[in-house]
């Protein structure tokens, strides 16, 4: 009996050792593979051996709190949920400080789960099982995690064997964590060097000591796409690349600097150019030295260089002059063009180094020099600012300075650069179409435009100093019999005669103006005493009765005054004009050869009270929406085809009949019923402009914007709302403003024109040539058409008219502007205006404005006729 009971222990203790022999040679795989497979059947041996229900491995980072479940293996038997798995997913040490001491100690826990804690018991509660035990792993002295087996079975003395075989089952599965981790920073590091190489677009590639490539971490599109590792240099690469990283290997290895090589490699698109930097470093055996090689393409570097000193050459070839600035207006750098615009040669040209741009201006031109130049520096935006130049050897020339600023990546002005060209031609031409515009081409007299600008002026100083301001008008007696008897010639040497004579008794303040044909207008400003005024018109009159020779005929002329007095007569220049003009006309029907004063004569202001009436009924009739709008055509020159027509409002009052626009258009803009004027005038042409898109005609629409609808904010906005409403389109409206509310307030009224100009309607510059625009203001303003202002038209009669309308045409055209003739009255002038190539012409000669019917004939039936 005891023998076979001795045999049976055997039997038994050889069993076991199989077992755990299987056990550790299933661990021993997961030297080879860490998955989570291996991990598995691990577990399911150790369990085996271990006469174990399930097991687990849990793992956690060195001095972390938190073990996680990393792999479980449960026999059929066991029922666990999905939830229990959850539940047991994470293991927080903090609950179970002992257990985390005992473990990181080294020692193997065996103990029944009635024995642990609370909170252990709560844990494994979700087990139908009865005793665990629970393995370390460790890295050296470091607690990385641990192994659980779970048993159902009473607890029994385990045998040293088992104790054994779980340490090396730990050790191994210890060690196969820690291999995976250095795997796994080893893989981690080569991806980011894959990635940071391949980041940064170069090729890297490592040569050994004889020139052949061991490792390639990144190529180019231009190289060969052969697996280039294991190749020589000259098998691998391009000849030229090859032929200079072989030359510089050999200082490499044996300097241990750095070396740079240039090479190019040449393709149907193009040459490609290489910027190439070898390095020694230690090979991956440690034995030898090797080389990194860098290889960076720098051909859009070079194009751009090339590029650059390209603009460079052509930029001395431009006219304009470039300029560097610092920041303070001292010269740094100039272009080839600025000895031009200086008078110096080019060994001269250095002198003007760290010279200020401010001390090189003329006169007046430095304050206004130095103003830019401290704008532009610290707002940042461009500038223009003309000044008269220095020059070395000639007189000072007008120059234009677009000016911006140049930043750093603080948002610090480092510098100022300009372009200057030279202006002088354009500058002087300007002046004298300025001049023909606001002077009377015949007299010399200052016309209505710039009268009207001085009487406004004179009014509000009148206002600011309670002083006063005298109008008078002034008409020449029977002139009409002088031009019949002696011809028109005759007729302006008189009205140039009496021009002279008039401004001879004026004094330096006053003003003598041109109101046209026989008309004069006198402003007499800054008068503290009203009675020196009488003195003043008798001198005039005086004065004109001196005689004039025509022709061998002793002529004495005569005249009639008209005076009106701000403020005793009138409120405004409009009102004082209206006044001036009634008061003159009483002059002539009271006989002539005589001077009237508005305050002298009392059935002129019962006209006032008339004119109150008709404004009432204006204000009635704008808000019953009683206004209408005719259209006037405007033709092509060459076609005589109808391209667009202008929408004018018109007012029947039951009253006074037809009111003309000059009377009731200025009571709309005193009333303050301007805008809604406007706006009406702006439905009803629309709806009518939509009439005829549905009838198949094209023609654009020109619409007046008053300055109460162009100063708005919502003026995009409303015409974007109608033009939807009406289903057109922005460029199928034209929007005219006059030149000198374009000039009002220019840099805000510029910002609405460029946003209407964005949305695409197109703008007009109506009335040009009245205002006071410069050549530079017509540039930067968005506008696509130039009317010309009647006034001109007028005036073709006579060869300086001719000659203002031919300059008026070419730089409309040199502007790149479509170009409107107004006031066009005969086949002559039509004729005239083709020949100087204008586009399109408007006027009483082709139609008056007209009702929408009529004018709708016209725009299907053209006027060719009319050319």
Not at 20 to 44: C, F, K, M, P, W
Not at 182 to 196: F, G, H
Not at 738 to 767: M, N, P, V
Request: hydrophobic share 45%; proline share 3%.
């Amino acid at each position: 009996m005891l023998i076979s009971s001795s045999l049976g222990a055997n039997e038994s203790a050889f069993a076991s050792a199989r077992i755990y022999l299987e056990a550790l040679d299933a661990a021993s795989g997961l030297l080879i593979d860490t998955n989570e497979d291996t991990i598995g059947r691990v577990l399911q041996a150790i369990s085996l051996a271990c006469d174990a229900k399930a097991a687990a491995v849990y793992r956690h980072r060195v001095d972390e709190q938190v073990a996680l479940l990393t792999a479980v293996w449960l026999d059929d038997s066991m029922r666990v949920s999905q939830d229990g798995l959850e539940e047991l997913s994470e293991f927080d040490y903090s609950a179970y400080s002992s257990f985390y001491e005992e473990l990181g100690a080294g020692l193997i826990l065996v103990q029944p789960i009635s024995e642990l804690m609370a909170s252990m018991r709560a844990l494994m509660g979700c087990l139908d099982i009865g005793h665990f035990v629970a393995v370390p792993l460790l890295s050296g002295s470091d607690l990385i995690g641990f192994i659980v087996l779970l048993t159902d079975a009473p607890l029994r003395d385990r045998p040293q064997l088992e104790a054994r075989l779980l340490s090396t089952l730990a050790n191994f599965l210890s060690l196969a964590f820690l291999k995976q981790e250095t795997e796994d920073r080893l893989r981690a590091n080569e991806m980011r060097l894959k990635t940071l190489v391949g980041a940064t677009e170069d090729m890297v590639f490592e040569i050994d000591e004889v020139g052949v490539i061991v490792n390639l971490w990144s190529t180019h599109p231009a190289m060969p796409q052969a697996v280039l590792v294991g190749m020589a240099l000259e098998r691998a690469l391009p000849r030229d690349m090859a032929w200079s990283f072989r030359q510089a290997l050999p200082k490499v290895l044996k300097s241990g600097r750095l070396e740079q090589v240039e090479f190019t490699i040449p393709r149907l698109d193009g040459t490609i150019y290489f910027i190439g930097r070898l390095e020694a470093v230690p090979s991956a055996d440690g034995v030898g030295t090797h080389a990194v090689a860098l290889v960076r393409d720098v051909t859009d570097l070079m194009r751009e260089e090339a590029g650059r000193q390209v603009m460079a050459q052509t930029l001395n070839l431009l006219e304009e002059a470039i300029i560097d600035l610092t920041p303070d207006g001292r010269l740094a750098a100039t272009s080839a063009a600025w000895g031009k615009l200086r008078g110096l040669s080019r060994e001269e040209q250095g002198r003007d180094q760290s010279k200020s741009l401010i001390d090189l201006a003329v006169g007046e031109d430095v304050s206004q020099l130095s103003k830019a130049l401290v704008g532009v520096a610290e707002t940042g935006d461009p500038v223009t600012q003309r000044f008269r130049l220095m020059s070395e050897t000639a007189e000072p020339m007008w120059v234009e300075a677009r000016l911006i600023a140049i930043r750093d990546g603080n948002s610090q002005v480092v510098s100022l650069r300009g372009v200057l060209r030279d202006v002088t031609v354009a500058y002087m031409n300007e002046r004298h179409i300025m001049k023909l515009a606001l002077y009377d081409g015949l007299t010399g007299l200052p016309n209505r435009v710039m009268l009207d600008d001085l009487l406004h002026q004179s009014i509000a100083r009148a206002r600011r100093n309670n002083s006063k301001v005298a109008l008078g008008f002034i008409d020449l007696d029977h002139f009409k019999q002088i031009n019949d008897a002696f011809g028109h010639q005759a007729g302006d040497r008189t009205l140039v005669t009496i021009a002279k004579q008039l401004k001879s008794v004026l004094r330096e303040e006053d003003v003598l103006a041109r109101w046209g044909g026989d008309e004069f207008v006198v402003l007499i400003p800054d008068i503290e005493e009203v009675s020196t005024l009488g003195y003043i018109t008798e001198r005039l009159r005086e004065i004109a009765r001196q005689g004039i020779v025509l022709d061998g005929i002793e002529t004495r002329p005569t005249i009639s005054i008209g005076m009106a007095i701000f403020p005793d007569n009138a409120e405004t220049g409009e009102e004082l004009m209206s006044a001036a003009d009634s008061t003159m006309y009483h002059a002539k029907s009271a006989g002539r050869n005589n001077v009237q004063f508005y305050g002298d004569i009392m059935h002129l202001k019962s006209l006032s009270r008339e004119h109150m009436a008709i404004q009432t009924r204006l204000n009635a009739a704008v808000l019953d929406n009683e206004l209408q709008v005719f259209y006037q055509p405007i033709v092509h020159a060459l076609t005589g085809e109808v391209s667009s027509v202008e929408a004018l409002v018109r007012w029947h009052d039951d009253a006074s009949g037809w009111v003309t626009p000059s009377v009731f258009i200025p009571m709309a803009e005193r009333l303050g019923l301007i805008q809604e004027m406007s706006e009406q005038v702006l439905v009803q042409s629309l709806g009518r402009l939509k009439n005829w898109r549905d009838r198949g005609l094209k023609q654009r629409l020109a619409i007046n914007v008053s300055r109460n609808l162009l100063f708005s904010p919502r003026l995009l906005q409303t015409l974007l709302e109608l033009i939807s409403q009406y289903s057109l389109r922005p460029d199928d409206i034209i929007i005219e403003i006059t030149e000198s509310l374009a000039l009002t307030d220019y840099s805000r009224q510029s910002k609405q024109l460029r946003e209407l100009h964005k949305a695409g309607f197109r703008i007009a510059i109506d009335d040009f040539g009245t205002g006071y625009s410069s050549l530079s203001q017509l540039h930067d303003m968005p506008i696509d058409l130039l009317k010309v202002d009647i006034s001109f038209t007028a005036r073709l009669n006579t060869q300086s008219g001719r000659r203002i309308m031919q300059a008026i045409v070419q730089m409309g055209q040199a502007l790149g502007l479509e170009v409107v003739v107004e006031g066009v009255e005969s086949l002559d002038m039509a004729r005239f205006l083709q020949g100087l190539g204008v586009e399109k012409m408007q006027g009483f000669y082709f139609s008056e404005a007209v009702p929408a019917g009529v004018c709708e004939l016209m725009m299907q039936l053209g006027m060719q006729s009319k050319l």
